[in-house]
Structure formats: structure tokens, C-alpha cells
């Protein structure tokens, strides 16, 4: 598979209206279509100091965005929901056989974009119809994902927080009961996914190797 990230400036777009108003990075973390030109997405907010009234009003503000729902977690991490009356760039994703894998604002007015493609072939047909919007186009990388570990981006989080945080130090400065309370999860649930990263992380160093 080719993995591809863009990064767009002057695009009109919700997300980079909220990081720029917000000071923060917004990350779409899921995004699927919606109707004919429209989508759908899951949201999650890089600032814990934010307030969630100012969020949702901030984000409905946007011209593209019908609906906004979002909820701040026991983490201090604010999540929600947004549903778009406009969202081409997904549509112009799906249509050159692409999956969105993360798209994120870091407040600098600029929209970045990573996905996943199955050939090489089809990513040239996304960068053409962007190009074709009044956009300012960067390729930031375009690169076969053979050197990439093989972990889920919820495995990939929680462990780098468990690396962060000192649960893989010995003797260990934090437990999974910490860690999961951290996360917003239960421990039991942390345990199994913390488990399935290591095993494909060790998986894939070893493949590597041979």
C-alpha cells in the first residue's frame, strides 16, 4: 500500500476555521460522506484548557457545518461529532480509491491530510482534483507503507502515552488502572489494546529483520 500526506492552504474548511479561532489543533479523526456532497465527521480537540461552549459555537459557526455535537472527557480532552453540508476533499479522496486515515489543523490556516491508497496510481488522481479548487497545494510525503509499524491509531496512542508516561520504565512510575483513567477507558480494555500494539510492533521488527 502507498501512504500519502498533503497539506492544503486557502482551503475553506471548518476544521482550519476552529484550530485558527481555537489556538489548538483540531484532528478529524474519522470522516465518512454524507449525501451527495456533504459528510460526517469525528472530531477531537489538542487543548485541554478549551471550553466546550466556546468549541461548539465556534464550529457551528463555520458555513459548512449543519450540526455539531461534542463532550469533554473525564481526560479534559474535548470529542464531538460534526455533520457538513459540503466536504469535497472526502468525496475526492473516496473517488481515487483512497482512505482517509487522519486530517488535522494545527491553527496555522492550513488543512493536513494523511491516507492510505492501494496502488500508487490513485493518489495522482486526488492531487489533480485538488488541484483543480483555488487551493495551495503541498506534497508533504508519498511513500510505500512497508516501513510503517502495524498498529491501529488507538494502539499507536495508547502506546506512546504508556512510553510516555513511564509504564514500560523499570521499576514501572504508572499502572494500567492510571493509564486507563488517563485515556477514558476502562483498565481492562487498555490492557487488550496495549497487548495487541506490542505484539504488532515486535511482529513488525522482526519482519524487518528478515
Known amino acids: 500500500m502507498m501512504e500519502a500526506e498533503l497539506s492544503i492552504g486557502g482551503m ?24 451527495k456532497t456533504g459528510g460526517q465527521a469525528l472530531f477531537t480537540l489538542g487543548s485541554a484548557e478549551a471550553d466546550l461552549g466556546k468549541v461548539i459555537s465556534v464550529i457551528r459557526d463555520s458555513p459548512d457545518v449543519t450540526a ?20 469535497w476533499i472526502i468525496w475526492a479522496i473516496l473517488a481515487g480509491g483512497c482512505f482517509l486515515e487522519r486530517a488535522w489543523s494545527p491553527g496555522d490556516g492550513r ?22 479548487r483555488q487551493v495551495e497545494l503541498d506534497i508533504i510525503r508519498i511513500a510505500r507503507t512497508d516501513d510503517r509499524p502495524m498498529v491501529s491509531r488507538k494502539q499507536e496512542r495508547l502506546v506512546r502515552l504508556a512510553l510516555e508516561k513511564g509504564y514500560y520504565d523499570y521499576p514501572r ?19 487488550e489494546i496495549l497487548k495487541r500494539g506490542e505484539k504488532n510492533i515486535i511482529r513488525h521488527y522482526f519482519e524487518r529483520g528478515k
Do not use: H, Y
Open 111 to 132: 488543512a493536513n491530510f494523511k491516507m492510505l491508497a492501494g496502488s500508487e496510481g490513485s493518489i495522482p488522481d486526488i492531487i489533480k482534483a485538488i488541484g483543480s
Open 12 to 35: 475553506k474548511f471548518w476544521m482550519v476555521d476552529a484550530a485558527s479561532r481555537l489556538d489548538c489543533t483540531v484532528t478529524i479523526t474519522e470522516c465518512i460522506p454524507w449525501q
Open 173 to 191: 512510575r504508572i499502572e494500567v488502572r492510571e493509564l486507563a483513567a488517563l485515556a477514558g477507558q476502562s483498565p481492562s480494555a487498555v490492557f
Open 68 to 87: 455539531v455535537d461534542a463532550s469533554l472527557r473525564k481526560d479534559g480532552q474535548i470529542v464531538g461529532s460534526v455533520v457538513m453540508s459540503d466536504c
